[in-house]
Every structure is written in C-alpha cells, then in structure tokens.
C-alpha cells in the first residue's frame, strides 16, 4: 500500500514558478516509477511527466518540455513538478500516482495509487 499526498499548488500569474511536491509513505518507493497528471473540470485526466524508479529516466508530455521538470528523491521518499513558465492553460488540479513497476508509464491506467490532488491556477 502507498499513500501519496501533494502539496505546493496555488494562484500565481502567467510567467510565474511553482514548485508541486508528492509525499509517499507505504512500500517499496524507490522500486516505483511515479508520475504527475492533471485534470481541468469537465475533462479526462492528462498525463504530465513520469521519472522512473532510479531517476534517471524521465520524459514529459510535448505542451510542458522546456518548462516543466520531474524529479525524485528516493532517501526521503519525494516526488516533485518544477513548473516554470506557466500558462493559463496549465490551470488544473495535479495529481501525482505511484505505479507497482520501477518504469515509466503515460497511461493513467498504468499506476495504481493516487494522491487527492493540488490545486494550480495561472492567472493574471
């Protein structure tokens, strides 16, 4: 079992810095791969960036590259979204999810444990 909790969301303007971080407590973190996805009211949840278990791998989905970084620190069991360069599209509750595999995934249905979400929103 893994529990995941997020925190640093908030209101910021466009152009603006945020830094998301994901708590994990449970099994086995540093054998997961995690993920961040958002979701804006009304849509389906979107995949964001991924890290694999080491950290060594990561990739992004094409509307954040150059702007968002995912990173892990597996000593104190911690993900995080360095989110720079923010839009007003990028508006939406993020969510950050644990796999049961050490690789990376896009899909939603590839990770089985999921935090309750922190809110973003850019706007000026």
């Known amino acids: 079992q893994v529990q995941l909790v997020e925190s640093g969301g908030g209101l910021v303007q466009p152009g603006d810095s945020l830094r998301l971080s994901c708590a994990a407590s449970?099994?086995?973190?540093?054998?997961?791969?995690m993920g961040w996805f958002r979701q804006v009211p009304g849509k389906e949840r979107e995949f964001v960036a991924a890290?694999?278990?080491?950290?060594?791998?990561?990739y992004q989905t094409d509307s954040v590259k150059g702007r968002f970084t995912i990173s892990r620190d597996n000593a104190k069991n911690m993900v995080y979204l360095q989110m720079n360069s923010l839009k007003p599209e990028d508006t939406a509750v993020y969510y950050c999810?644990?796999?049961?595999?050490?690789?990376?995934?896009?899909?939603?249905?590839?990770?089985?444990?999921w935090g309750q979400g922190t809110q973003v929103t850019v706007s000026s």
């Open positions: 890290i694999g278990w080491s950290g060594a791998f990561t």
């Open positions: 449970g099994n086995s973190f540093s054998r997961r791969a």
């Open positions: 999810a644990a796999r049961d595999l050490p690789s990376t995934a896009s899909m939603e249905t590839a990770y089985r444990y």
